[in-house]
C-alpha cells in the first residue's frame, strides 16, 4: 500500500504546487494580496507566515490546493464586489484581487493551468535533451491473419507514416495513436515500394492488460511492428528541437484528451477508463516501480491533466472563473453576487458528481464489484 500513497503524494504535492504557484506567482507581480498558499485541504499539519503575510501550509487531504486572495470570503476566491470596498482602507483596497482590471485577473487565474503546461513541457524537455526520443521508422514486420489490419490491406514492410493525420516519427508513435483515436475507424497513410496508400481500418475493442498489468479496453488492429534492419534510433535532442518536441506532445496529449472528453459527451466514448484519485494512486505506484524516468513522465501527463480540467467551465474550477470575466467583459459589468453563487451551486453538484462517477470507476476497477 506505501508503495502506492508515497509515490501519489510525491507526484500530488509537486503539480498542486506547481498549479498553485501559477496563481501566487501571479497575483504577486499584480500587487494582489495572498493570505493563503495551501497544499491540500483540511486541518493543517504544518506551516508558516512569509515576509508578505501569506500563510504557506500543508493540510490532510492531498487531493488539491488552493491560493486565498486578501479580501475573498473563501478558497473558491469568492467576494462581495459591493461591500468589499466599504471594509477596507485606501491602502489595503490596494490590494484586492476583485478591483484589478480584468485581464490581470484572468492572467492571475490563468497562471494555475499555464504552470502545470510548462511543468510537463520543462519534464519532456528534461528527457529529450539527456535521455533522447526515439525516432526509429514504424515497420510492419507482421499483419495478423484475419485481423482488422489484414482486411483493411495494411501488409508486412509497410512503413507508416500517419497515422489519423498524426506524422509518426517513431514506432513508438503508433501505438499511441491507436490508443488515443476516437473515430470508428482509423486512417492509415503507409509506404509501400516508394508508393503511399492511405488505408481505413476499422479496429477491434479488446479486453487486455495493459503494460502495467491492468485491465483496460484497447484499441487492436493486429499488427507487429519491428526496426528496419533491426536498427534503433534513439536519439538526444538539441535545445530547440527538444523544446518543439516537447510543446508538440503537450498539445497532443490536450487535444486527445479533449476528444476522448467529447465522445463520452456525445456517449461514443468508453466512460470505463475514466478514473480518480484511486486509479491514479494506483497507476503512479506501478510507475515508480519501474523507475524514476517513467514516474516523472506519468507526472508530465498528470499536470496536464490538470491544468486542463481546471480550465473547463465549470464554476470552482478556473475555467469557471475565466467564464465569468468573459461575461463581464460582453456586459461591461461583473455578475451579481446571486447569480455567481448560483453558478457555484451548479459547479459544485457537477465535481461531486464527477468524483462519485470516477470514484466508483476506481473501485470496479479493484475488483470491489465483480
Given amino acids: 500500500m506505501l508503495t502506492y500513497i508515497i509515490p501519489f503524494i510525491i507526484l500530488i504535492l509537486v503539480v498542486v504546487f506547481i498549479h498553485e504557484y501559477g496563481h501566487y506567482y501571479f497575483a504577486r507581480k499584480y500587487g494582489v494580496g495572498v493570505t493563503d498558499f495551501s497544499i491540500g485541504f483540511g486541518?493543517?499539519?504544518?506551516?508558516?507566515?512569509?515576509?508578505?503575510?501569506?500563510?504557506?501550509?500543508?493540510?490532510?487531504?492531498?487531493?488539491?490546493?488552493?491560493?486565498?486572495?486578501?479580501?475573498?470570503?473563501?478558497?473558491?476566491?469568492?467576494?462581495?464586489?459591493?461591500?468589499?470596498?466599504?471594509?477596507?482602507?485606501?491602502?489595503?483596497?490596494?490590494?484586492?484581487?476583485?478591483i484589478k482590471p480584468l485581464y490581470q485577473r484572468a492572467l492571475i487565474v490563468?497562471?494555475?493551468?499555464?504552470?502545470?503546461?510548462?511543468?510537463?513541457?520543462?519534464?519532456?524537455?528534461?528527457?529529450?535533451?539527456?535521455?533522447?526520443?526515439?525516432?526509429?521508422?514504424?515497420?510492419?514486420?507482421?499483419?495478423?491473419k484475419d485481423s482488422p489490419a489484414m482486411i483493411g490491406g495494411l501488409k508486412d514492410n509497410d512503413i507508416i507514416l500517419e497515422i489519423d493525420g498524426n506524422k509518426v516519427e517513431s514506432i513508438m508513435d503508433v501505438s499511441k495513436y491507436i490508443t488515443t483515436s476516437t473515430g470508428d475507424v482509423i486512417d492509415f497513410k503507409v509506404e509501400r515500394f516508394d508508393?503511399?496508400?492511405?488505408?481505413?481500418?476499422?479496429?477491434?475493442?479488446?479486453?487486455?492488460?495493459?503494460?502495467?498489468?491492468?485491465?483496460?479496453?484497447?484499441r487492436m488492429v493486429g499488427i507487429k511492428l519491428g526496426a528496419?534492419?533491426?536498427?534503433?534510433?534513439?536519439?538526444?535532442?538539441?535545445?530547440?528541437?527538444?523544446?518543439?518536441?516537447?510543446?508538440?506532445?503537450?498539445?497532443?496529449?490536450s487535444t486527445s484528451s479533449l476528444k476522448y472528453i467529447g465522445t463520452m459527451l456525445t456517449g461514443s466514448g468508453d466512460s470505463s477508463q475514466l478514473g480518480g484519485p484511486i486509479r491514479i494512486a494506483k497507476i503512479t505506484g506501478q510507475v515508480a516501480e519501474i523507475g524514476i524516468l517513467p514516474f516523472i513522465s506519468i507526472m508530465a501527463y498528470i499536470s496536464i491533466s490538470l491544468g486542463l480540467i481546471n480550465l473547463f467551465p465549470i464554476p470552482m474550477l478556473d475555467g469557471g472563473h475565466l467564464m465569468f470575466y468573459a461575461f463581464e467583459k460582453v456586459l461591461g459589468r461583473p455578475l451579481s453576487q446571486k447569480t455567481q453563487e448560483g453558478f457555484f451551486r451548479i459547479g459544485m453538484f457537477l465535481l461531486l458528481s464527477l468524483m462519485f462517477f470516477t470514484t466508483f470507476n476506481d473501485l470496479k476497477d479493484l475488483g470491489l464489484f465483480n
Avoid: M
Wanted: proline share 4%.
Fill in 195 to 218: 508508393q503511399e496508400y492511405l488505408l481505413r481500418i476499422k479496429p477491434n475493442i479488446v479486453l487486455s492488460d495493459d503494460n502495467l498489468g491492468n485491465k483496460v479496453n484497447k
Fill in 228 to 253: 528496419v534492419n533491426n536498427k534503433i534510433n534513439h536519439v538526444k535532442l538539441g535545445p530547440a528541437q527538444a523544446l518543439i518536441q516537447s510543446v508538440k506532445e503537450v498539445y497532443f496529449v
Fill in 43 to 98: 486541518q493543517e499539519i504544518f506551516g508558516w507566515n512569509d515576509k508578505h503575510g501569506t500563510r504557506w501550509k500543508i493540510c490532510w487531504i492531498p487531493l488539491g490546493g488552493y491560493v486565498k486572495f486578501f479580501g475573498d470570503r473563501n478558497v473558491f476566491s469568492q467576494a462581495d464586489h459591493e461591500k468589499i470596498l466599504k471594509q477596507y482602507n485606501e491602502e489595503d483596497q490596494e490590494k484586492l484581487f476583485v
Fill in 110 to 144: 490563468f497562471g494555475g493551468p499555464l504552470a502545470n503546461f510548462l511543468l510537463a513541457i520543462a519534464i519532456f524537455f528534461c528527457i529529450y535533451t539527456f535521455v533522447g526520443k526515439d525516432f526509429t521508422p514504424a515497420v510492419i514486420n507482421e499483419v495478423q
